[in-house]
């Protein structure tokens, strides 16, 4: 059973997008290009609870309250290196975010994640953090990201991705059943590499051409 924490996002748009990139003969152009409009589509709901205040403003007619985005700007946290994907996308929407970066990879041998960098905007705590990776396979990536963002304090904390596999999802929501995870699609199941399957492969190497 799907935690309630996690919202799926399946607007017709999203998921024929998402099922171009799946296709094995896409380009690592036409792959990026796709990406970035998927992830346009995706801020759309990873932001639709965000807080508003009133303020006034001249229109070419008269005063009115209109409402702005409250408090400090919103952050996107890259993990990286295939979260770098879903940036222009991200930032088309909200171009006043800041962006940090974490960086991971994977142990072949234990999956499990080891940290290489790390880099913020200051003030988290004051700020409204949305982590971001394309995938979200064994978990364990998305797990340490979150326990380094959560030990800055951030105002809140989200996570936003393409797919997710059910390990993944249990891993994350064991480790942080307080953050929501965003996703366009929950596939089936994983394989003895760690790769979401049927998923669209490794996200990094097809958005860089390194595959």
Request: aromatic share 6%; charged share 20%; proline share 7%.
């Given at each position: 059973?799907?935690?309630?924490q996690?919202?799926h996002?399946?607007?017709?748009?999203?998921?024929?997008?998402?099922?171009?990139?799946?296709?094995?003969?896409?380009?690592?152009t036409?792959?990026?290009?796709?990406?970035?409009?998927?992830?346009?589509?995706?801020?759309?709901?990873?932001?639709?609870?965000?807080?508003?205040?009133?303020?006034e403003?001249?229109?070419?007619?008269?005063?009115?309250?209109?409402?702005?985005?409250?408090?400090?700007?919103?952050?996107?946290?890259?993990i990286?290196r295939?979260?770098?994907?879903m940036?222009?996308?991200?930032?088309?929407?909200?171009?006043s975010?800041r962006?940090?970066?974490?960086?991971?990879?994977?142990?072949?041998?234990t999956?499990?994640?080891?940290?290489?960098?790390?880099?913020?905007?200051?003030?988290?705590q004051?700020?409204?953090?949305i982590?971001?990776?394309?995938m979200?396979?064994?978990?364990h990536?998305?797990?340490?990201?979150?326990?380094?963002?959560?030990?800055?304090?951030?105002?809140s904390?989200?996570?936003?991705?393409?797919?997710?596999?059910?390990?993944?999802?249990?891993?994350?929501?064991?480790?942080?059943?307080?953050?929501?995870?965003?996703?366009?699609?929950?596939?089936?199941?994983?394989?003895?590499?760690?790769?979401?399957?049927?998923g669209?492969?490794?996200?990094?190497?097809?958005?860089?051409?390194?595959?």
């Amino acid at each position: 059973m799907t935690p309630p924490q996690v919202h799926h996002v399946t607007h017709p748009l999203v998921q024929h997008k998402l099922t171009l990139m799946r296709n094995k003969n896409a380009s690592s152009t036409t792959f990026r290009t796709l990406l970035g409009e998927l992830a346009m589509l995706m801020a759309y709901e990873v932001t639709r609870d965000m807080p508003t205040h009133l303020v006034e403003v001249q229109t070419p007619l008269e005063t009115m309250q209109s409402p702005m985005i409250d408090g400090k700007k919103l952050v996107f946290a890259s993990i990286l290196r295939a979260g770098n994907g879903m940036l222009d996308g991200l930032l088309r929407v909200v171009p006043s975010a800041r962006v940090g970066h974490i960086g991971l990879y994977r142990d072949p041998a234990t999956l499990k994640a080891v940290e290489y960098y790390y880099k913020m905007p200051a003030d988290l705590q004051e700020r409204d953090v949305i982590a971001v990776d394309p995938m979200l396979a064994t978990g364990h990536s998305a797990v340490a990201a979150l326990n380094k963002l959560k030990a800055a304090r951030p105002r809140s904390l989200k996570f936003l991705c393409l797919l997710a596999a059910p390990t993944g999802i249990q891993t994350l929501h064991a480790a942080h059943p307080d953050v929501p995870i965003y996703t366009a699609a929950i596939d089936r199941e994983l394989n003895d590499h760690g790769y979401i399957l049927p998923g669209l492969g490794d996200a990094g190497d097809r958005i860089f051409g390194t595959k």
